[in-house]
């Protein structure tokens, strides 16, 4: 996983990096996620590490199928499917960061099975944190634990700021700051 902030600061010519980008989007070969930290940054990784990832969360929630859960009203059959075809039809195929309502209605369509609705898929992928609430009609395209991950490396990140300022000279061994446990970052 990678930010898009973090290749803005590594490459001088941001119209490149956006170009670049786009063009693996395209292709499918890398996915472009909304980054759920708060602020308008994206983070962007592999295709396959995306699917790898969604794949993970699918296992996950069929283990917790055989508990009983409020939020899945779905069979495990039904939760197989929602995730291949979440996987196949726009995991691999669809470019862009968010989907709409009547998109996700179209692709995640059971054949008429009437006891899966999309309100119960589209929850089943918010709870897996594969989905991010957008607006009314929309949601963004999100990767599951990236949103706490990129926390904790902001709060570490901030963190070790404060020590360095606390510093005489500002600086400290790299020695030092390993040795340091810091409060508000599990990382």
């Not at 490459?11 to 292709?27: H, M």
């Not at 470019?95 to 609705?117: H, I, W």
């Not at 957008?134 to 963190?159: I, V």
Request: glycine share 2%.
């Amino acid at each position: 996983l990678v930010l898009k902030s973090q290749l803005y600061s590594l490459v001088s010519d941001a119209t490149l990096v956006d170009r670049e980008l786009e063009q693996k989007q395209k292709s499918c070969s890398c996915r472009v996620f909304k980054a759920s930290i708060g602020s308008d940054d994206y983070v962007i990784c592999a295709t396959e590490h995306a699917i790898a990832a969604a794949r993970l969360e699918m296992e996950n929630c069929l283990e917790l199928s055989d508990e009983a859960k409020t939020w899945n009203k779905l069979k495990k059959n039904d939760v197989r499917k929602l995730f291949d075809s979440f996987i196949s039809n726009i995991l691999e195929k669809h470019s862009s960061v968010f989907v709409t309502n009547s998109f996700l209605r179209e692709v995640l369509a059971f054949e008429k099975n009437k006891e899966a609705n999309l309100d119960d898929c589209v929850s089943l992928l918010m709870h897996s944190g594969l989905l991010v609430h957008r607006d009314l009609e929309t949601y963004w395209l999100a990767m599951p634990g990236c949103g706490t991950f990129f926390s904790h490396c902001l709060k570490g990140r901030n963190e070790l700021l404060r020590i360095l300022k606390k510093q005489p000279h500002k600086e400290l061994s790299q020695e030092s700051l390993l040795k340091k446990t810091l409060r508000t970052s599990s990382l």
